[in-house]
């Protein structure tokens, strides 16, 4: 059984989670002004595992047969026969289940717009199948992240910071877009939609650059509608250069190095941009 687990765990990247949980952890800290309730930060944490578990298993069970069919990825659980889809569907609904539990249990606005969340995670899946605006749509999904932290601690969407979610918004689009770029041949060959696909590798980066500037600004101004301080532009600073290097360490030439600049980078900023945030309301 933990052998099962571990290769379910690995199917869905669980480790990738970092990504959005630390702009979830954002929203809920600006929103509280400090930390929130121990009750509370428990159940964001829940409910940030559970939506990106099922949307992740989701993900890997509707594209199995182009999984299958794609070099680079035909060794992953499913297309290897590792895990059956009775196995994959179970996890997806079991962590389903435990998201809208959090979601219920932290407050009504909450369960509320849950369906809506989850469902656009769903929806990210499909639409590589239609249009080339995939990447943006990923990033809407995840945009939930900090709105979701936001209103679990307050109930309400009074004094969002809407940057926050449109710069997570530009900054996912950015880098998925950057990642697509390893399937680019593939998926134009079997129909598949994305930026790379349409454009091209090199305006696929150029338009990720464009994303990236522009996230970066919107990160900039949550800082100055919070009214946080220098440690807060300090760790925006960070972020910036990691974001810069993302870009310096791939080309569209050369996607060797695009583990380091797709997961490491990724994971720095998030963590950088919630930690500079805690500790500036924490030395305001």
């Not at 109930?155 to 910071?161: A, D, E, F």
């Amino acid at each position: 059984m933990f052998k099962k687990i571990s290769i379910l765990l690995e199917m869905i990247k669980f480790e990738h989670t970092v990504f959005a949980l630390p702009f979830a952890f954002m929203g809920a800290f600006l929103a509280a002004g400090g930390t929130p309730p121990g009750r509370v930060f428990l159940l964001v944490t829940l409910a940030m595992v559970g939506a990106r578990t099922s949307a992740m298993g989701f993900n890997r069970i509707v594209d199995s047969d182009f999984d299958r069919a794609n070099p680079r990825t035909a060794d992953r659980a499913i297309p290897a026969g590792q895990v059956s889809m009775f196995e994959a569907w179970a996890m997806v609904i079991i962590a389903a289940a435990f998201f809208f539990l959090a979601a219920y249990l932290l407050n009504p606005l909450v369960f509320r717009i849950s369906p809506l969340a989850l469902g656009l995670t769903f929806v990210y899946s499909l639409t590589k199948r239609f249009t080339w605006l995939c990447h943006v749509v990923l990033g809407l999904a995840l945009a939930f992240s900090p709105f979701g932290g936001w209103i679990a601690v307050s109930g309400s969407v009074s004094g969002y910071p809407w940057y926050l979610s449109l710069g997570v918004m530009l900054w996912v689009g950015g880098f998925d877009a950057v990642y697509a770029c390893l399937d680019a041949d593939y998926d134009r060959s079997v129909g598949l939609f994305s930026l790379p696909a349409r454009f091209g590798r090199k305006n696929a980066f150029r338009l990720a650059g464009i994303f990236h500037l522009l996230a970066f600004a919107l990160f900039g101004l949550t800082g100055y509608h919070c009214g946080l301080n220098y440690i807060y532009y300090l760790g925006l600073a960070i972020s910036g250069l990691a974001l810069f290097s993302q870009h310096r360490l791939v080309s569209p030439g050369d996607l060797s190095r695009i583990q380091m600049s797709f997961f490491t980078m990724n994971g720095v900023i998030s963590l950088v941009m919630f930690a500079s945030t805690w500790l500036a309301m924490i030395f305001a």
